[in-house]
């Protein structure tokens, strides 16, 4: 228990030591008492032996309880139980109860301090028709169970086991009801199934002899002084004969020196059962008071009887429950209520009950009782499960009759957890299979850590496994048929949680998962293909498979009601009994112990992992870690319910709140039979799979389910009309959708009709095809909330198209037949964990890149088209509508992209010009109107070289579509470099009034600059090879030279004019003018100012005065920015990239050359790709701001139709007729003889 080493001496004691005083005198603790001594050692001193185990108990329970110091308080304690009699009784009449297990169920009961076990040897139950006598008999063998029974030997040797541990076995063997084993004895009559007949004097006889069988001789097989004669629920037609055979062996049992134990049904008083009479019963006997209703608890005190509390309603356990007494014991109740004097269960109270005295002297003790009434229709139960029953009862006797009734500041919590420190296991004993373990991890192995033979344990236990005969490989251990793992334990008890990752290459049936005394699991059980196991009372199926080559997490989950097996975290199965129960019983354990003695033996089996936890994880839990859901849930739970009728506290929501421990009842129908109804709405439409009802003992017999889907319509579901009650479970409702559930409940059951109906619960499953398909149709509604394709945004297409493919073969799989729960849950697991993570897999960015098709799909729109064939165009036309479906299209793969666009390029690349010389004949003809006399000669020669030869092209049939394609060329080519002649018309008018001048009325210097550029003048009007540049700048070097002609004759200077100009610009307000512009017209006023003192000709005066003049124009105006200012100086052809100044035309009338604001002051240049810009832009205004600050707004004429620059591009001009103008902004500055030659080029 301590895992502490001990040695036994004798002599004197030393601190730490336990001392043992036996023998000594204290009469004040009794028989089992002792006094417990503690200073530096402990002493415990005790009259006999048994109170000194007791006291070692109470030493070890201490240190149990406080392993981390292992200390105990000093002082003196004195320790002795209040009650003789601490007593459990165990029927393995109806149960085999292997004698080794029988042994550590009774040594656990020393751990607790009781003193009796009574083994119940033999026993009938007529409703499963079983019987059975557990002990060797070589009087009567016809009579011993085939079975499982005691030998004589085992039996004795048990006893006297038991003797050491305080324990002393009182054996029952109970006649004359509960012994249908009898009727195997020639010569014996049964009054009926499980009855001797007592009226029978041979009856006597067999049990005489079989008494004398055991309990004479020297050493006799039953060992105590103390013999169970039975005596319970005979007939009470024949109370007379019983009370005789009562009595008879009574006074035959006392006579061997035995004490009699009986069960008390005497009756008397208030109890309305019993052999009530006239003969007379022999009172030397300890009765056990089962049923008050059966022995009037204080007539029985009156009588004289010694006394044992087995009273039902507090200490009868029957495994599964029946006949009001419960499955399992609740020891926190019974400690609030129960002691050993109280003989009042709730139980039949008013009949017989009574709470005696404290400490009565006839009461002896109490006495728990476990009967095995249903386990006799083999549902499942083991002897494991039968312990783990009395293990509650055995502590909460225990309390009660050794210590008594509790003190002030004690209560149920407090004892409840004193038990779960103490219940796990006992020394030298350990019913439960309980492994120590430091948390709830008991071990964790990883195939990887592997140290010789031993795979060690990385638990904080250090249970190292065994390993025989594995190999390794990529770290994991490979199983072959000669092969197994062992772990430190033999087994491990439930609740468990066993994990295994493994992969299996074969198997057979005789591969085993699991193996050792406690049972095996195997991976084929019986060759039948799925997962079994066997132990005793019990061989279970699981219906699954092992499938082979697959990985898998196996996980086996074993708690007090079943063994549960997932896989994948999924619960795939239940044990289920391979044989069914008998009388058409439901299973009720699937139970096992785990033997870990053989892992994993006579398997070809793949181990990665192997987890062991010492608690039966929960199926939510399991479902979290493996994100698993879609388990059946009662749909009923909570829903609206409604009834006909409802008594007081009984409710129809209790029906369906999902407790089973509150009930919907009826009005009372005091024996009249009357219908009633309770009405379900489901709140939605199901298909159902399951009804299952829960009846009160007021049940019915007969009644009707009805569907409906409105609540006003209905149609029958099912028909009952031999309704049994307890559970009533319907299946099978076909595909029919209901909303609403109605239960018209017509037949009463009970033979009283007092109660009318009542209903611990009713559960409604949704067929589980049905629900898969409703969850798949949902997520295919939910995905088609997203796009499909690789856009920002979609579902990538390949993944979309899986799911989908995926969801609609789950709709088909459950549509074709029914599903298990297993792989419903599957189904519904993989839909919600897809659509939960849906949102990981939408694209965060586009996974293509469809930019390079969009540019080339852009070129392709805007291509010219009219010289090329018609099929190559149809063909173009067609990849352009394929690239707009790929571009509109989310779902096109970047594999889509990419050939689309190679075959859109082809496409383009293809396109064929058309195989005739239209445009070659075009384009002459084009050639054909242009005029000699507005070229150059030498760009006219060369353009007429190449036109003549593209006639000859024209001219030729057998010219290929080349040598065309190539004249086309070379003629647009001359066309665009022709060049056109200088414009002479201004030159000319000035070359007329410098005709007109007579040389003697000018000075010699003035008139021989003038003649010289009036010489170059006349060159450049004679050269049909000048440039506009050329011509221009001489027709303003000859402007010039006119105007700086000076006259011959001087008069005196008139200076009116000048001064009042002068006077005129002193007087402007300063105030009214941007500040550029006065700062500049102030400039100009002193520089006129200052040159008039200098003049010394009137023609001097008069540029004085322009200049003036032009200084007004300069001024701005605060409140207007804009100006119309004319200038001049726009070429009469422009080309696209050209730059030009423009000037403004007062500049050469003011006479500012020279000045420190020369020509570059005023002029603006212009880059005529701006002016193509603008028109191409849809406007001809460009605006600029001069140095002034003046917002200067160019508006361009056009003369031509259209205009194309020698960059093919072709701007966007409105055109009404041979001129068209474009008007902007409120002053303009136009823009004279702007004119842009058409220029003709491939625009493709």
Same mark, same amino acid.
């Given at each position: 228990m301590?895992?502490?080493?001990?040695?036994?001496?004798?002599?004197e004691?030393?601190a730490?030591?336990?001392?043992?005083?036996?023998?000594?005198?204290?009469?004040?603790?009794?028989?089992?008492?002792?006094?417990?001594?503690?200073?530096?050692?402990?002493?415990i001193?005790?009259?006999?032996?048994?109170?000194?185990l007791?006291?070692?108990?109470?030493i070890?329970?201490?240190?149990?309880?406080?392993?981390?110091?292992?200390?105990?308080?000093?002082?003196?304690?004195?320790?002795?139980?209040?009650?003789?009699?601490?007593?459990?009784?165990?029927?393995?009449?109806r149960?085999?109860?292997p004698?080794?297990?029988?042994?550590?169920?009774?040594?656990?009961?020393a751990?607790?301090?009781?003193n009796?076990?009574?083994?119940h040897l033999?026993?009938?139950?007529?409703?499963?028709?079983y019987?059975?006598?557990r002990?060797?008999?070589e009087?009567?063998?016809e009579?011993?169970?085939?079975?499982?029974?005691?030998?004589?030997?085992?039996?004795?040797?048990?006893?006297?086991?038991?003797?050491?541990?305080?324990?002393?076995?009182?054996?029952?063997?109970?006649?004359?009801?509960?012994?249908?084993?009898?009727?195997?004895?020639?010569?014996?009559?049964?009054?009926?199934?499980?009855?001797?007949?007592?009226?029978?004097?041979? +009856?006597?006889?067999?049990?005489e002899?079989?008494?004398?069988?055991?309990?004479?001789?020297?050493?006799?097989?039953?060992?105590?002084?103390?013999f169970?004669?039975?005596?319970?629920?005979?007939?009470?037609?024949?109370?007379?004969?019983?009370?005789?055979?009562?009595?008879?062996?009574?006074?035959?049992?006392?006579?061997?020196?035995?004490?009699?134990?009986?069960?008390?049904?005497?009756?008397?008083?208030?109890?309305?059962?019993?052999?009530?009479?006239?003969?007379?019963?022999?009172?030397?006997?300890?009765m056990?008071?089962?049923?008050?209703?059966?022995?009037?608890?204080?007539?029985?005190?009156?009588l004289?009887?010694?006394?044992?509390?087995?009273?039902?309603?507090?200490?009868?356990?029957v495994?599964a429950?029946?006949?009001?007494?419960p499955?399992?014991l609740d020891?926190?109740?019974?400690?609030d209520?129960?002691?050993?004097?109280?003989?009042?269960?709730?139980?039949?109270?008013?009949?017989?009950?009574?709470?005696m005295?404290?400490?009565?002297?006839?009461?002896?003790?109490?006495?728990?009782?476990?009967?095995?009434?249903?386990?006799?229709?083999n549902i499942?139960?083991?002897?494991?499960?039968?312990?783990?029953?009395?293990?509650d009862?055995?502590?909460?006797?225990?309390?009660?009759?050794?210590?008594?009734?509790?003190?002030?500041?004690?209560?149920?919590?407090?004892?409840?957890?004193?038990?779960?420190?103490?219940?796990n296991?006992?020394?030298n004993?350990?019913?439960?299979r309980?492994?120590?373990?430091?948390?709830?991890?008991?071990?964790?192995?990883?195939?990887?850590?592997?140290?010789?033979?031993?795979?060690?344990?990385s638990?904080?236990?250090?249970?190292?496994?065994?390993?025989?005969?594995?190999?390794?490989?990529?770290?994991?251990l490979?199983?072959?048929?000669?092969?197994?793992?062992?772990?430190?334990?033999? +087994?491990?008890?439930?609740?468990?949680?066993?994990?295994?990752?493994?992969?299996?290459?074969?198997?057979?049936?005789?591969?085993?998962?699991?193996?050792?005394?406690?049972?095996?699991?195997?991976?084929?059980?019986?060759?039948?293909g799925?997962?079994?196991?066997?132990?005793?009372?019990?061989?279970?199926?699981?219906?699954?498979?092992i499938?082979?080559?697959?990985?898998?997490?196996?996980?086996?989950?074993?708690?007090?009601?079943?063994?549960?097996?997932?896989?994948?975290?999924?619960?795939?199965?239940?044990?289920?009994?391979?044989?069914?129960?008998?009388?058409?019983?439901?299973?009720?354990?699937?139970?096992?112990?785990?033997?870990?003695?053989?892992?994993?033996?006579?398997?070809?089996?793949?181990?990665s992992?192997?987890?062991?936890?010492?608690?039966?994880? +929960?199926?939510?839990?399991?479902?979290?870690?493996?994100?698993?859901?879609?388990?059946?849930?009662?749909?009923?739970?909570?829903?609206?319910?409604?009834?006909?009728?409802?008594?007081?506290?009984?409710?129809?929501?209790?029906?369906?709140?999902g407790?089973?421990?509150?009930?919907?009842?009826?009005?009372?129908?005091?024996?009249?039979?009357?219908?009633?109804?309770?009405?379900?709405?489901?709140?939605?439409?199901?298909?159902?799979?399951?009804?299952?009802?829960?009846?009160?003992?007021?049940?019915a017999?007969?009644?009707?389910?009805?569907?409906?889907?409105?609540?006003?319509?209905?149609?029958?579901?099912?028909?009952?009309?031999?309704?049994?009650?307890?559970?009533?479970i319907?299946?099978?409702?076909g595909?029919?959708?209901?909303?609403?559930?109605?239960?018209?409940?017509?037949?009463?059951?009970?033979?009283?009709?007092?109660?009318?109906?009542?209903?611990?619960?009713?559960?409604?499953y949704?067929?589980?095809?049905?629900?898969?398909?409703?969850?798949?149709?949902?997520?295919?509604?939910?995905?088609?909330?997203?796009?499909?394709?690789?856009?920002?945004?979609?579902?990538?297409?390949?993944?979309?198209?899986?799911?989908?493919?995926?969801?609609?073969?789950?709709?088909?799989?459950?549509?074709?037949s029914?599903?298990?729960?297993?792989?419903?849950?599957?189904?519904?697991?993989?839909?919600?964990?897809?659509?939960?993570?849906?949102?990981?897999?939408?694209?965060?960015?586009?996974?293509?890149?469809?930019?390079?098709?969009?540019?080339?799909?852009?070129?392709?729109?805007?291509?010219?088209?009219?010289?090329?064939?018609d099929?190559?165009?149809?063909?173009?036309?067609?990849?352009?509508?394929?690239?707009?479906?790929?571009l509109?299209?989310?779902?096109?793969?970047?594999?889509?992209?990419?050939?689309?666009?190679?075959?859109?390029?082809?496409?383009?690349?293809?396109?064929?010009?058309?195989?005739?010389?239209?445009?070659?004949?075009?384009?002459?003809?084009?050639?054909?109107?242009?005029?000699?006399k507005?070229?150059?000669?030498?760009?006219?020669?060369?353009?007429?070289?190449?036109?003549?030869?593209?006639?000859?092209?024209?001219?030729?049939?057998?010219?290929?579509?080349?040598?065309?394609?190539?004249?086309?060329?070379?003629?647009?080519?001359?066309?665009?470099?022709?060049?056109?002649?200088?414009?002479?018309?201004?030159?000319?008018?000035?070359?007329?009034?410098?005709?007109?001048?007579e040389?003697?009325?000018?000075?010699?210097?003035?008139w021989?600059?003038?003649?010289?550029?009036?010489?170059?003048?006349?060159?450049?009007v004679?050269?049909?090879?000048?440039?506009q540049?050329?011509?221009?700048?001489a027709?303003?070097?000859?402007?010039v030279?006119?105007?700086?002609?000076?006259?011959?004759?001087?008069?005196?200077?008139?200076?009116?004019?000048?001064?009042i100009?002068?006077?005129?610009?002193?007087?402007?307000?300063?105030?009214?003018?941007?500040?550029?512009?006065?700062?500049?017209?102030?400039?100009?006023?002193?520089?006129?100012?200052?040159?008039?003192i200098?003049?010394e000709?009137?023609?001097?005066?008069?540029?004085?005065?322009?200049?003036?003049?032009?200084?007004?124009?300069?001024?701005?105006?605060?409140?207007?920015?804009?100006?119309?200012?004319?200038?001049?100086?726009?070429?009469?052809?422009?080309?696209?990239?050209?730059?030009?100044?423009?000037?403004?035309?007062?500049?050469?009338?003011?006479?500012?050359?020279?000045?420190?604001?020369?020509?570059?002051?005023?002029?603006?240049?212009?880059n005529?790709?701006?002016?193509?810009?603008?028109?191409?832009?849809?406007?001809t205004?460009?605006s600029?701001?001069?140095?002034?600050?003046?917002?200067q707004m160019?508006?361009?004429?056009?003369?031509?139709?259209?205009?194309?620059?020698?960059?093919?591009?072709?701007?966007?001009?409105?055109?009404?007729?041979?001129?068209?103008?474009?008007?902007?902004?409120?002053?303009?500055?136009?823009?004279?003889?702007?004119?842009?030659?058409?220029?003709r080029?491939?625009?493709?």
């Open positions: 301590l895992g502490k080493e001990v040695s036994i001496d004798s002599g004691a030393h730490g030591d336990i001392k043992l005083e036996v023998g000594s005198s204290i009469q004040e603790v009794g028989k089992e008492g002792y006094y417990l001594n503690v200073n530096d050692f402990i002493t001193t005790s009259p006999t032996m048994t109170g000194s007791y006291g070692g108990i109470s070890i329970q201490i240190l149990y309880q406080n392993q981390s110091n292992l200390l105990i308080p000093k002082g003196i304690a004195r320790d002795y139980p209040k009650y003789e009699v601490r007593a459990g009784m165990i029927d393995i009449g149960v085999f109860i004698l080794e297990y029988l042994e550590e169920m009774t040594v656990y009961m751990w607790f301090k009781l009796e076990v009574q083994v033999n026993d009938y139950w007529s409703a499963s028709n019987s059975a006598f002990l060797q008999s009087v009567y063998p009579i011993v169970a085939e079975d499982g029974y005691y030998t004589k030997d085992e039996y004795r040797d048990y006893q006297k086991k038991m003797v050491k541990y305080g324990i002393d076995v009182v054996s029952e063997i109970d006649t004359p009801y509960h012994a249908e084993s009898f009727r195997a004895i020639p010569g014996v009559k049964m009054l009926k199934k499980g009855a001797i007949d007592i009226r029978d004097e041979y +009856s006597y006889t067999v049990i002899n079989l008494f004398d069988e055991y309990l004479d001789g020297e050493d006799p097989v039953i060992i105590s002084d103390k169970h004669i039975g005596t319970d629920e005979y007939d009470q037609n024949y109370s007379e004969d019983m009370r005789k055979w009562t009595d008879h062996f009574i006074k035959y049992i006392n006579g061997k020196g035995k004490e009699t134990r009986i069960w008390g049904s005497l009756g008397g008083g208030t109890a309305d059962n019993g052999f009530e009479g006239e003969t007379p019963v022999s009172t030397d006997a300890t056990n008071i089962w049923a008050p209703y059966w022995s009037d608890v204080k007539e029985m005190y009156n004289g009887y010694d006394i044992i509390n087995t009273a039902g309603g507090w200490l009868y356990i495994p429950g029946a006949a009001g007494y499955d399992r020891i926190k109740y019974l400690y209520n129960f002691e050993v004097n109280n003989y009042s269960p709730d139980r039949f109270k008013g009949k017989g009950d009574a709470i005295p404290i400490a009565h002297p006839q009461t002896k003790g109490a006495e728990w009782a476990i009967w095995n009434d249903n386990t006799s229709f499942g139960f083991s002897e494991v499960d039968i312990f783990d029953r009395a293990k009862a055995i502590a909460i006797v225990s309390e009660k009759t050794w210590y008594g009734e509790p003190e002030v500041g004690q209560n149920s919590d407090q004892f409840e957890q004193r038990v779960d420190s103490l219940i296991r006992a020394g004993s350990n019913p439960s309980y492994v120590e373990s430091k948390d709830k991890l008991v071990a964790s192995y990883d195939a990887a850590n592997l140290n010789g033979d031993r795979l060690i344990d638990s904080e236990n250090g249970y190292d496994a065994i390993i025989y005969g594995t190999n390794t490989e990529n770290e994991k490979i199983f072959d048929k000669n092969s197994y793992m062992k772990l430190p334990m033999n +087994s491990i008890g439930y609740p468990y949680t066993v994990r295994m990752k493994l992969e299996f290459m074969s198997y057979d049936e005789n591969s085993v998962l699991f193996a050792g005394k406690d049972g095996t699991l195997y991976a084929n059980i019986d060759g039948s799925k997962v079994g196991y066997e132990r005793l009372h019990g061989r279970f199926i699981f219906d699954y498979e499938p082979l080559n697959e990985e898998i997490d196996m996980l086996f989950v074993g708690d007090d009601k079943n063994l549960n097996l997932y896989i994948n975290g999924i619960l795939t199965s239940t044990g289920k009994l391979i044989t069914d129960p008998l009388n058409n019983r439901e299973q009720q354990s699937s139970t096992f112990v785990l033997p870990l003695e053989r892992i994993l033996e006579k398997s070809n089996v793949i181990l992992e192997f987890e062991v936890y010492n608690y039966a994880m +929960s199926r939510d839990e399991i479902a979290e870690k493996y994100s698993v859901s879609g388990y059946s849930e009662n749909i009923a739970k909570s829903k609206a319910i409604t009834a006909s009728s409802s008594a007081t506290n009984l409710s129809p929501e209790l029906a369906i709140d407790d089973s421990t509150t009930r919907w009842g009826s009005n009372y129908k005091n024996g009249v039979e009357k219908p009633e109804w309770i009405l379900l709405d489901l709140e939605d439409e199901y298909t159902i799979s399951e009804i299952r009802i829960s009846w009160e003992s007021a049940y017999s007969g009644y009707k389910i009805q569907g409906s889907l409105d609540g006003v319509n209905y149609f029958d579901i099912k028909t009952i009309t031999n309704g049994q009650g307890n559970l009533d319907h299946k099978d409702f595909t029919k959708d209901v909303r609403y559930i109605k239960f018209d409940l017509n037949t009463q059951g009970r033979a009283d009709k007092k109660y009318g109906f009542s209903i611990w619960e009713i559960q409604v949704e067929n589980t095809s049905g629900e898969a398909i409703r969850v798949a149709e949902n997520a295919i509604n939910e995905m088609k909330q997203y796009t499909r394709g690789y856009e920002k945004g979609n579902l990538p297409v390949e993944l979309y198209d899986e799911w989908m493919k995926i969801f609609e073969n789950y709709i088909k799989i459950a549509d074709e029914t599903l298990s729960e297993a792989k419903k849950v599957a189904i519904v697991s993989d839909i919600v964990n897809r659509m939960n993570a849906i949102q990981d897999y939408v694209l965060k960015e586009a996974s293509v890149d469809k930019t390079d098709l969009k540019e080339v799909y852009e070129i392709a729109l805007n291509l010219n088209l009219n010289n090329y064939t099929e190559s165009i149809k063909i173009l036309n067609q990849s352009i509508a394929d690239a707009k479906n790929v509109d299209n989310p779902a096109s793969n970047q594999e889509i992209i990419n050939n689309t666009l190679l075959k859109l390029n082809k496409s383009i690349d293809n396109l064929e010009l058309i195989t005739d010389k239209q445009v070659l004949s075009q384009i002459i003809s084009e050639a054909k109107q242009l005029n000699e507005d070229y150059k000669p030498s760009s006219w020669t060369t353009f007429i070289e190449v036109k003549e030869i593209a006639n000859a092209v024209l001219e030729n049939d057998s010219v290929s579509q080349d040598d065309i394609d190539k004249a086309v060329s070379a003629l647009k080519e001359a066309m665009l470099n022709l060049s056109y002649k200088a414009d002479i018309t201004n030159l000319n008018k000035t070359l007329k009034i410098a005709a007109e001048l040389k003697s009325n000018y000075t010699e210097a003035t021989a600059s003038f003649e010289k550029k009036y010489k170059l003048a006349l060159e450049f004679a050269n049909p090879e000048a440039d540049v050329d011509v221009d700048s027709n303003e070097a000859l402007q030279a006119i105007q700086n002609l000076e006259l011959v004759d001087s008069n005196e200077l008139d200076f009116t004019d000048l001064d100009l002068i006077n005129k610009a002193k007087k402007i307000n300063e105030n009214d003018y941007t500040v550029k512009s006065f700062d500049l017209f102030k400039q100009i006023l002193r520089k006129v100012e200052s040159e008039k200098e003049v000709t009137q023609e001097a005066i008069k540029v004085l005065i322009n200049r003036l003049e032009a200084a007004f124009n300069l001024l701005i105006l605060k409140d207007n920015a804009l100006i119309d200012i004319p200038f001049k100086g726009l070429p009469d052809v422009i080309r696209v990239g050209d730059t030009f100044t423009l000037v403004p035309e007062y500049y050469d009338n003011g006479g500012y050359e020279g000045w420190e604001f020369d020509k570059t002051f005023f002029s603006v240049s212009f005529s790709t701006v002016i193509f810009t603008a028109l191409k832009e849809g406007t205004t460009i600029y701001t001069d140095k002034l600050g003046r917002i160019v508006t361009v004429k056009i003369q031509a139709n259209d205009i194309v620059d020698e960059d093919n591009e072709t701007p966007n001009l409105p055109v009404t007729g041979d001129e068209s103008y474009m008007l902007y902004g409120a002053i303009l500055l136009i823009l004279y003889g702007f004119v842009i030659r058409r220029k080029v491939k625009s493709v």
